[in-house]
């Protein structure tokens, strides 16, 4: 029985980064052809978007706590306002971590991408996340 429990978590796991990776690499995929500002290599249809994505949400379960206790003076200055700055500094370290096949210019386009992001781990965990973990379906 327990080692069905311990699966079950796994799964719900594995789930869980699925779906995220997935809308990452959507978002990122979607906000590259709209705008110039953002530049992924096209090169294996999406691959490097599939990483990009993989990098983002592995800093924002490792980095990001950590950069919103180092931040929360200002975030709570500003009223959460800078909250997504947090998120601009995640991009912005993707970006730096695979040099010239995820490119980002311009801070308006990354404060954008940063609010999408930032709905959709809402949105996610609110509607699909929680929901299925709950319910005990996998």
């Given at each position: 029985m327990r080692a069905f429990v311990i699966n079950n978590q796994k799964i719900n796991d594995f789930i869980d980064w699925l779906i995220y990776i997935i809308s990452y690499t959507i978002i990122l995929i979607t906000v590259s052809i709209l705008f110039d500002s953002i530049y992924i290599d096209n090169t294996?249809?999406?691959?490097?978007?599939?990483?990009?994505?993989?990098?983002?949400?592995?800093?924002?379960?490792?980095?990001?706590?950590?950069?919103?206790?180092?931040t929360l003076p200002i975030t709570g200055l500003t009223l959460g306002l800078f909250y997504p700055f947090i998120n601009v500094f995640i991009l912005k370290i993707a970006d730096f971590i695979l040099g010239l096949h995820f490119q980002t210019d311009g801070i308006f386009i990354l404060f954008f991408v940063a609010i999408l992001i930032s709905i959709l781990n809402f949105l996610m965990d609110k509607l699909i996340v929680e929901p299925i973990v709950k319910r005990g379906d996998l």
């Open positions: 294996y249809f999406g691959f490097w978007a599939l990483i990009a994505s993989i990098i983002i949400y592995i800093l924002n379960r490792t980095i990001k706590p950590i950069l919103f206790i180092l």
